[in-house]
């Protein structure tokens, strides 16, 4: 599964060329995506401007973009339409609709695609398969998916991504997919290299939802056996704009005031491994153009096993998580509210919203993640934001400053010991 543009269509009808000459003119800041879906991979240039929640790229329909041509808008209403009668036949709750119709403008700008990149870019998988991505959601053939004939049917293709097909997982089968940030619940689904991809698409897969007026405000099933979604305040109803909005809201001026008191060692007893700084480890650092947006501390000795207890450095609140990669984030309870990012954890023991006094254990150092690798040893990966930064949008690097400085001002640098030529992530 891959995100598949609209070239051969807008190309015939003569908008990609100067819709992409138009935002190479106005934004032309390219960065490296590598993606990979249902198996398959590939690496794009693309233009972001700034914090963007879309892809600049030509023939998609977020606001400052030309709108879809009639013909695709309509294809991209009825495919919209389609999602939400199957997830009502499937009686799940209607946020699947929003994730579904999110994932589909990820993949495919909501088009119904008999062809994948394999067609258009001669996209392989890992294992120099041959991709066979097809329809709205891009769906592999050759991953079980179902048929080429199958996969194209956007009912089908909505009931596989609920349900899951061939012994791929569903979307009813990630534990509180209904609560998660939706790119990391369609992450889990279509396993894609970004897990934050999809963020860029919320306003768009929006757009097309308030267009059509389709409803996704309705209850229901939120597993396979049966339970239902509970009534809260929280199910966003409609719009998802407070998320969107989020993830290019950027922190306020800062005058640079540390505020008083010291913060404690985050990783006691760790070398410093990499520092706030370009870089290229390997390719892991490509998705970020090449910067390392944190520091690396390392347990001296610790190889691939479990490294020591990770601490809060001053008293904080737990406000987000990214698992995948072992990542607790947290603010500062006094002011200035640093936010704070502890990534490659081999294990987590805090919770959503737990209160953490200096000192208190957040998990254990390890190499989780993007970190995993022959080449890549057990450290903590510590980023570090202005005051005010919008924890939601940790990835987008907004608000990174590097924290080697702070944390030597508050008291909290490791001992000083020769760098480690390791490396890590």
Not at 227 to 238: I, Q, R, V
Request: with cysteine; aromatic share 8%.
């Amino acid at each position: 599964m891959q995100v598949v543009k609209l070239k051969a269509r807008l190309i015939t009808a003569g908008i990609v060329l100067v819709a992409m000459a138009l935002v190479a003119l106005l934004f032309g800041t390219g960065i490296l995506v590598s993606i990979i879906g249902g198996n398959e991979s590939s690496s794009r240039s693309i233009s972001l401007a700034g914090c963007h929640d879309s892809a600049s790229t030509g023939g998609n329909t977020s606001d400052g973009h030309p709108d879809a041509p009639e013909d695709i808008a309509k294809e991209q209403d009825e495919i919209v339409r389609t999602i939400e009668k199957e997830v009502k036949s499937e009686g799940v709750d209607g946020r699947a609709v929003r994730i579904v119709a999110i994932t589909g403008y990820g993949e495919s700008t909501l088009m119904n695609l008999d062809y994948g990149d394999q067609d258009t870019a001669g996209t392989t998988n890992p294992d120099g398969s041959a991709a066979t991505s097809y329809g709205f959601l891009q769906q592999q053939v050759s991953m079980g998916w179902g048929t080429k004939e199958q996969v194209t049917d956007p009912a089908y293709a909505t009931r596989a991504f609920l349900n899951g097909a061939g012994g791929n997982k569903g979307l009813l089968d990630v534990p509180g997919w209904e609560d998660m940030e939706p790119t990391e619940a369609i992450h889990a689904v279509q396993k894609n290299a970004d897990p934050m991809h999809y963020a860029r698409y919320y306003s768009d897969a929006d757009k097309v939802i308030e267009r059509t007026g389709v409803d996704i405000t309705f209850s229901g099933k939120t597993t396979k056996d049966g339970a239902d979604a509970a009534a809260d305040s929280s199910k966003d109803g409609g719009g998802g704009s407070k998320i969107s909005e989020g993830l290019c809201k950027k922190a306020s001026s800062w005058d640079g005031d540390l505020g008083d008191g010291e913060w404690t060692t985050p990783c006691p007893g760790c070398e410093k491994a990499s520092g706030y700084e370009s870089r290229g480890i390997n390719g892991v650092d490509k998705a970020n153009g090449n910067f390392h947006y944190g520091v690396d501390l390392a347990t001296p000795g610790a190889g691939y096993e479990d490294g020591v207890e990770i601490i809060a450095p001053t008293d904080m609140k737990v406000v987000n998580f990214y698992r995948p990669d072992g990542c607790v984030f947290a603010v500062a309870d006094s002011e200035p509210k640093f936010g704070f990012g502890f990534c490659h954890m081999n294990r987590i023991d805090v919770e959503q919203d737990q209160q953490l006094k200096r000192g208190d254990i957040l998990g254990i150092e390890g190499n989780k993640g993007d970190s995993v690798g022959s080449l890549f040893i057990t450290h903590l990966h510590f980023e570090l934001y202005k005051p005010g930064a919008d924890m939601n949008a940790w990835s987008q690097h907004k608000d990174n400053i590097d924290p080697e400085p702070i944390l030597k001002e508050k008291g909290a640098w490791p001992q000083e010991t020769p760098t480690l030529d390791k490396g890590s992530s």
